[in-house]
């Protein structure tokens, strides 16, 4: 009897949810469709398959996995604590990457979990950044500690069967941390999410991480500390093998991670295998990449990354300021190579979206303005997302900030990379606020939207689809007030799930304003679909050729020309040392 009893299937619940965080009102940042996929769900829901299919809790135990992603699931943990004790009472609910500004919405997540006895784990780059930086554990994560909720420092890839046995048997520890031992991913179980949470975003696009870690030493970076410098990488038979894992279920997009692809050693091998899928398969596979601004100095990357599929590419520009860039560590993004860096992406079809960031110590409300203006007429830049510079947990930054004593936000909530979090020297946080909302409407004007399509016409790409993508990095920030790459279509509110310490409002209050709102943001919307279908029709009822600054290739002569190169003396001492390397390389080889 003992033994049959023993042989039952038994169930373990592991809910794998990846938080969103609070807007200003303090209601969840959640849309009906997300733009983009969390990858660090992916890539637990992979080792927890992988888990499930070994039966690492034992043959009779199943291992039931469920993954939700905040910003386009609600979360409901009151149903998650039924569905665990109704299901045998045993489980796991993994926050899973959970950023700083993510922190203080897990925590909220947790404590009702906790309070019924639900074992909770928190990872993600707050946990590891504050480990990994910082002297002595933050009072955050302390509170979490005592609250009963296991912190996990660290990446999961070989941890993962010992972190469930622990879970199984209820003997979790406060803190498992992994900083020092980063694990290898070749071989590793890869990310995956079912199609069923792919849908959930807008594109039917997934993501992977092909490797992690990067060699420089940017001060406003957390990877470096977190990943490490050494690129680890995934295998070609790794990447094929989840490529056509999700080819399989019809997704043919992905999002490759990587938070600078150009740097992953395996780059060729990888580019290699997806060139080969594509073109002897004719496979259908179309990536998103993030790359360094010196990607093409790299032989062959850009040819090939094309061929691979890769039509859209994030860069890390920064600044176009080389004394800010010198300030930041960025020492390796050379101003004088981006014209040739963003027209190369452009000879191979491939879209360029460029990360800026404001707010660096030299910065002003009108050197701001200025830089951007320079950047439209003469740099070939697609789509610009602007970022305030933010001493994030984990980064040299954030580090230096905390050992000196200076005041930094102490809602962690605001470390989105849109609020102000620490004093800027010469602007107020009200004016680097207002720079930083200006600096879209300046980039995303009517007549710079119209020159992007311009050009994009000119270069082949289709007029229509950059225009929808103009229109949505503008009108994201613009009405919703988030940033591009935490917005969706249809933002979802619940009056019930207002940030704790924040008054419940009463329904004649929360659905009247909530239904102004609506309507409201599809007016706007409808007036910037309006404006900007003007656009479209006029350029392609132009049939002229189009040409213009930031199109023509690089010469020799504008480099004392043009405004970039003109304007600061850093810009000029920049200049200047190209010229001594032109120069000392033209004796070295002659
Ligand atoms: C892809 C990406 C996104 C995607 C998807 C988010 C995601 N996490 O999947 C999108 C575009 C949505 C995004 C948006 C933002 N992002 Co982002 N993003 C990344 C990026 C480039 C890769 C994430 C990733 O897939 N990493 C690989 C995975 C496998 O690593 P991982 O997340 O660390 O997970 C491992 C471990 O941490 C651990 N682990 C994680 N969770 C758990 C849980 C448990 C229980 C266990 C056991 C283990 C565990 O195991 C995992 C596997 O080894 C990272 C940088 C990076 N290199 O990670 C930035 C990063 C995470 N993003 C960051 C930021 C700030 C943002 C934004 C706020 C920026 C903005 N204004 O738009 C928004 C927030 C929106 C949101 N809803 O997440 C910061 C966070 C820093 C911090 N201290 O908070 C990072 C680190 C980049 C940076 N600038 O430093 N991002
Ligand atoms: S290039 Fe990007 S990933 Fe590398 S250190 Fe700089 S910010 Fe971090």
Redesign the pocket.
């Known amino acids: 009897m003992t033994g049959a009893r023993a042989m039952e299937k038994e169930t373990f619940h592991l809910f794998?949810i990846?938080p969103?965080?609070y807007d200003d009102d303090g209601y969840v940042?959640q849309w009906a469709r997300?733009?983009?996929?969390?990858?660090?769900?992916?890539?637990?829901y992979g080792?927890a398959l992988d888990c499930a299919q070994r039966h690492v809790l034992g043959e009779h135990i199943e291992i039931r996995i469920a993954a939700a992603?905040e910003?386009n699931t609600r979360i409901k943990p009151a149903e998650i604590v039924d569905q665990i004790r109704n299901g045998g009472g045993r489980g796991?609910i993994?926050?899973?990457?959970?950023?700083?500004?993510?922190f203080p919405r897990a925590m909220d997540i947790a404590r009702p979990l906790r309070a019924a006895g639900i074992a909770v784990?928190?990872?993600?780059?707050?946990?590891?950044?504050c480990i990994a930086m910082l002297p002595e554990v933050p009072p955050e994560l302390r509170e979490a500690m005592d609250f009963g909720v296991?912190l996990?420092a660290?990446?999961?890839?070989g941890?993962?069967d010992d972190?469930l046995r622990a879970a199984y048997r209820n003997e979790l520890r406060p803190l498992?941390n992994f900083m020092n031992d980063l694990?290898g991913l070749a071989g590793a179980a890869v990310?995956y999410l079912p199609r069923e949470v792919i849908r959930r975003t807008s594109g039917t696009r997934t993501?992977f991480?092909a490797g992690?870690g990067c060699p420089f030493l940017c001060s406003?970076?957390?990877?470096i500390n977190?990943?490490g410098r050494k690129s680890r990488s995934r295998t070609a038979d790794d990447v094929e093998h989840l490529v056509r894992t999700n080819l399989a279920q019809d997704v043919h997009n992905f999002?490759i991670?990587?938070?600078n692809l150009a740097r992953n050693q395996n780059w060729e091998a990888i580019f290699d295998r997806l060139i080969r899928m594509r073109e002897e398969e004719k496979l259908r596979i179309y990536i998103v990449a993030?790359v360094d601004t010196m990607s093409h100095k790299i032989r062959g990357f850009i040819t090939k990354a094309s061929r691979a599929g890769i039509n859209r590419v994030f860069i890390g520009l920064e600044s176009i300021n080389p004394d800010a860039l010198k300030e930041a560590r960025k020492g390796q993004n050379q101003i004088t190579e981006y014209r040739a860096m963003l027209q190369a992406w452009h000879r191979v079809g491939t879209l360029t979206y460029a990360g800026y960031i404001l707010g660096f110590p030299g910065d002003t409300p009108a050197s701001i303005e200025r830089d951007i203006r320079i950047i439209q007429r003469e740099l070939s830049i697609d789509l610009l997302e602007f970022?305030i510079l933010?001493p994030?947990?984990?980064?040299a930054d954030h580090k230096k900030l905390h050992l000196a004593g200076v005041e930094m936000a102490r809602d962690l909530n605001k470390?989105?990379?849109?609020h102000v979090t620490t004093g800027h020297p010469v602007m107020s946080d009200d004016e680097l606020r207002a720079a930083y909302r200006k600096a879209w409407d300046i980039y995303y004007s009517p007549e710079h939207v119209e020159r992007v399509v311009r050009r994009s016409k000119a270069w082949g790409y289709d007029p229509r689809n950059m225009l929808t993508k103009l229109l949505t990095f503008h009108a994201v920030p613009r009405i919703e007030e988030v940033?591009?790459?935490?917005g969706g279509l249809f933002r979802r509110k619940y009056r019930r799930e207002r940030r704790p310490g924040m008054p419940l409002e009463s329904p004649f209050v929360f659905y009247p304003r909530y239904a102004r709102e609506i309507v409201s943001k599809h007016l706007r919307f409808a007036r910037m679909v309006w404006q900007h279908w003007r656009i479209l029709r006029r350029v392609e009822r132009d049939s002229n050729p189009y040409m213009d600054v930031a199109m023509t290739p690089v010469q020799d002569a504008e480099f004392g020309e043009m405004q970039m190169y003109t304007t600061t003396p850093a810009a000029k001492f920049a200049v200047e040392k190209l010229r001594r390397r032109k120069s000392a390389h033209a004796v070295g080889s002659s």
């Open positions: 794998l990846k969103s965080h940042i997300s733009s983009i996929p969390a990858n660090t769900l992916a890539a637990l080792l992603d910003t796991l993994a926050l899973v990457g959970v950023q700083t500004n993510q784990c928190i990872g993600g780059f707050h946990v590891s950044g296991t996990f660290g990446e999961a890839e941890r993962l972190l498992y694990p990310p993501s991480d992690r406003f970076c957390t990877i977190v990943q999002f991670t990587d938070d993030q970022f933010t994030l947990p984990g980064s470390y989105d990379l849109v940033h591009p790459l935490e």
